[in-house]
């Protein structure tokens, strides 16, 4: 049984990881969609860094034999939603 200390660093890390996702979703969002070679390699070089965060934040977790959030805040996918839309209204 998990200890309450436990538990709260599995929450802040749970925290945490979709933080991580959120970022990593919108800077692979911006990657796929910027024409700047050299924007798009920065975009995708800081989804990178957050999903090595992701993977070894995610084995810690796992190692308090408990189970990581696999996604980011329904904040952070309304917000994609949003822009998208708007990109799409506005041209861009």
Known sequence: M?????????KV????LEYLYDSYNGY????EQITDPVMRD???SLASR????????????RNLNEEPVKNGSMTAAAHRVFID??????GG
């Open 28 to 31: 692979k969002e911006c990657a």
């Open 13 to 16: 890390g749970n925290d945490l």
């Open 42 to 44: 920065l975009f995708n």
């Open 2 to 10: 998990a200890t309450d200390m436990t538990k709260d660093t599995v």
């Open 50 to 61: 957050r999903q090595a965060m992701i993977s070894e934040l995610s084995t810690q977790i």
């Open 85 to 90: 839309v708007k990109s799409l209204i506005t």
